[in-house]
T-cell receptor, first 115, second 112 residues
Framework: EAGVTQFPSHSVIEKGQTVTLRCDPISGHDNLYWYRRVMGKEIKFLLHFVKESKQDESGMPNNRFLAERTGGTYSTLKVQPAELEDSGVYFC?????????????FGSGTRLTVV | QKEVEQDPGPLSVPEGAIVSLNCTYSNSAFQYFMWYRQYSRKGPELLMYTYSSGNKEDGRFTAQVDKSSKYISLFIRDSQPSDSATYLCAMKVIQGAQKLVFGQGTRLTINP
């Protein structure tokens, strides 16, 4: 079974530019999550999709961040315009069940550097 | 105050030692407790999960939850150099939001 795949693995962009991160969940996993870890801090929740619907987007930092999951398959997270404080590692995770959190599988993350 | 507190370390121990990692939390609504292991440039990988209070053992790993003290622990017996990684505790409430709340992670090195 293929795992959760994230593209790109690393992105360096200038402040003010736009970046789009992509996540391909495990096939058949209806639940998809985005998390972020900024330098020196803990991993923090951004949002949760169930199929194509946003179930919880309480962790999205501001309206410069836009997440989509067209057709309930892969998801994109766009940052426009990027700011320096957006630098960090963005993780995607998927799960089949919504219950325990034990079924989460994380991707390797996209390391975003805004200069 | 953070919901989950975890000493970031780093922690360095000799091979074969027993390692104790722990987290404290403030939200009494947490019911699911997890330990993830993260190797460099990789995503977190689930190691152990426990529902409510009690102990759970899996090979060399033992997870303990003490809800009365809001304290969870992970013990690693007969530690190996391959156990060198960052260990993250994570928690979730039983109902409502599906998000995991993470500790900062403890960076562990096992020296041969």
């Amino acid at each position: 079974e293929a795992g959760v795949t994230q593209f790109p693995s690393h992105s360096v962009i200038e402040k003010g530019q736009t970046v789009t991160l992509r996540c391909d969940p495990i096939s058949g996993h209806d639940n998809l999550y985005w998390y972020r870890r900024v330098m020196g801090k803990e991993i923090k929740f951004l949002l949760h999709f169930v199929k194509e619907s946003k179930q919880d987007e309480s962790g999205m930092p501001n309206n410069r961040f836009l997440a989509e999951r067209t057709g309930g398959t892969y998801s994109t997270l766009k940052v426009q315009p990027a700011e320096l404080e957006d630098s960090g590692v963005y993780f995607c995770a998927s799960s089949q069940d919504r219950g325990t959190g034990a079924g989460y599988t994380f991707g390797s993350g996209t390391r975003l550097t805004v200069v | 105050q953070k919901e989950v507190e975890q000493d970031p370390g780093p922690l360095s121990v000799p091979e074969g030692a027993i390692v104790s990692l722990n987290c404290t939390y403030s939200n009494s609504a947490f019911q699911y407790f997890m330990w993830y292991r993260q190797y460099s440039r990789k995503g977190p990988e689930l190691l152990m999960y426990t529902y409510s209070s009690g102990n759970k053992e899996d090979g060399r790993f033992t997870a303990q939850v003490d809800k009365s003290s809001k304290y969870i622990s992970l013990f690693i017996r007969d530690s190996q150099p391959s156990d060198s990684a960052t260990y993250l505790c994570a928690m979730k409430v039983i109902q409502g939001a599906q998000k995991l709340v993470f500790g900062q992670g403890t960076r562990l090195t096992i020296n041969p």
